[in-house]
């Protein structure tokens, strides 16, 4: 009886141990088939080490071995790399809502504000973000918006310009604490972090960019809130500082409408995304283009020429009537020299490789 029964539990084990051994190979076998080709991982790391100091260069050479869609593993993150024209386009147009939503960098997760839960640049496809870009596309950049703001933008270039020059003619230093703070968020966003690659590890913070962004992040609120409740005492202060001047203005009404969606924490969170999104791109784009232009002295000269037809100091509407240097901006955005039927999508320079642009260091 005992043995028949030790005979029954061996018979029984090993059909068991067969099953999951089956199912395992067949889990493995169909991951295999469903994730595209990719350069040999190492255990633990993956590929992450294979990206070398020019992740660009590496990410072309590989594609021309694995394809225009590549699996790497970065630590513990599956990475479908897309490097095709045409892959890109069935990715972002065919299944853009598959697709749309961006992976938060583990540096976003401040804890002021509930930041990467309400800000429009990371929020997934939702009513949410929705509701923001509906704001920014009514309350900022509609065209009358724009230029009825245009007055004020240029008081306050004026304003700069001469709080500079005060501070050149008293050998002051000019306070740039501002644009430090913001560079400094950009800067800790796109460094690499080992904590995006391991999650368990984000608790840890090895590199110390979570604590550094919270830094950042909270001495810009403080600016930010120090500007609100300035403008908030204002308008409560006086009937005719009510009149609505600037987006800010525009927003303060906004939420003080009854059943408004609009919170306060919103307002903040939409100027941070803004001087975020908005303050690196266009200086990067300037800095870019007299880059160009210094490499390029003829054309520096007819640039010159353009502006010196303008009366009087250039203002913003003379830049209608400056088509020479739209180009040169136009130009620095388009990618031009860049050949996109390559068969990688983050593709080199076609005659040299990118320059560097100056930094501050
Ligand atoms: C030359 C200047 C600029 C460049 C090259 C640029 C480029 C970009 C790019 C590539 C995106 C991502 C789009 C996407 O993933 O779908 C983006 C998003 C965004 N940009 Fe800009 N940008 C510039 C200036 C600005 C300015 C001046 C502002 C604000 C005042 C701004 C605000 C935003 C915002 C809020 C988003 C997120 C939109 C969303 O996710 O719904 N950008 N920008």
């Given at each position: 009886m005992e043995y028949r029964f030790l005979l029954l539990l061996i018979s029984f084990t090993w059909a068991c141990l067969h099953v999951l051994i089956a199912s395992i190979q067949?889990?493995?076998?169909?991951?295999?088939?469903?994730?595209?080709?990719?350069?040999?991982?190492?255990?633990?790391?993956?590929?992450?080490l294979a990206l070398g100091d020019k992740p660009h260069r590496t990410l072309a050479h590989l594609s021309r071995t694995y394809g225009p869609l590549m699996t790497l593993k970065l630590g513990t993150i599956t990475t479908i790399v897309v490097s095709s024209p045409d892959i890109a386009k069935e990715a972002l147009q065919k299944h853009d809502q598959a697709f749309c939503s961006r992976?938060?960098?583990?540096?976003?997760?401040?804890?002021?504000?509930?930041?990467?839960?309400?800000?429009?640049?990371?929020?997934?496809?939702?009513?949410?973000w929705k509701f923001l870009r509906k704001l920014a596309a009514t309350q900022m950049f509609t065209s009358q918006r724009l230029d009825a703001s245009q007055a004020l933008r240029g008081k306050k270039?004026?304003?700069?310009?001469?709080?500079?020059?005060?501070?050149?003619n008293s050998g002051q230093a000019v306070d740039i604490e501002f644009s430090d703070l913001?560079?400094?968020?950009?800067?800790?966003?796109?460094?690499?972090?080992?904590?995006?690659?391991f999650p368990v590890l984000r608790l840890v913070d090895p590199q110390g960019v979570r604590r550094k962004m919270n830094n950042?992040?909270?001495?810009?609120?403080?600016?930010?809130?120090?500007?609100?409740?300035?403008r908030t005492r204002l308008r409560s202060s006086s009937v005719a500082s009510k009149a609505c001047h600037d987006v800010l203005d525009a927003l303060l009404i906004l939420v003080e409408e009854e059943n408004t969606e609009l919170s306060f924490t919103d307002i903040q969170v939409l100027l941070l995304d803004m001087f975020i999104a908005g303050t690196d791109t266009t200086?990067?784009?300037?800095?870019?283009?007299?880059?160009?232009?210094?490499?390029?002295?003829?054309?520096?000269v007819k640039a010159k020429n353009e502006l010196q037809e303008v009366d009087g100091p250039v203002q913003e509407s003379d830049i209608s009537r400056c088509p020479y240097l739209q180009a040169i901006i136009?130009?620095?955005?388009?990618?031009?020299?860049?050949?996109?039927?390559?068969?990688?999508?983050?593709?080199?320079?076609?005659?040299?490789?990118?320059?560097?642009?100056?930094?501050?260091?």
């Open positions: 067949l889990r493995r076998k169909s991951g295999r088939t469903v994730l595209p080709p990719g350069p040999r991982q190492l255990p633990i790391i993956g590929n992450i992976t938060v960098p583990d540096a976003l997760h401040v804890q002021h504000y509930n930041f990467h839960k309400n800000t429009m640049i990371w929020l997934p496809a939702s009513t949410h270039v004026q304003e700069l310009l001469e709080y500079v020059h005060e501070n050149c913001v560079f400094g968020v950009m800067e800790h966003i796109g460094k690499p972090n080992i904590a995006n690659y950042y992040f909270k001495r810009l609120l403080q600016i930010f809130d120090s500007i609100i409740n300035e200086s990067c784009t300037v800095e870019w283009a007299m880059t160009e232009l210094l490499l390029n002295p003829d054309k520096l136009a130009d620095g955005l388009t990618p031009e020299d860049i050949d996109m039927s390559e068969t990688f999508g983050i593709t080199l320079h076609k005659r040299e490789p990118l320059r560097a642009i100056p930094m501050k260091t």
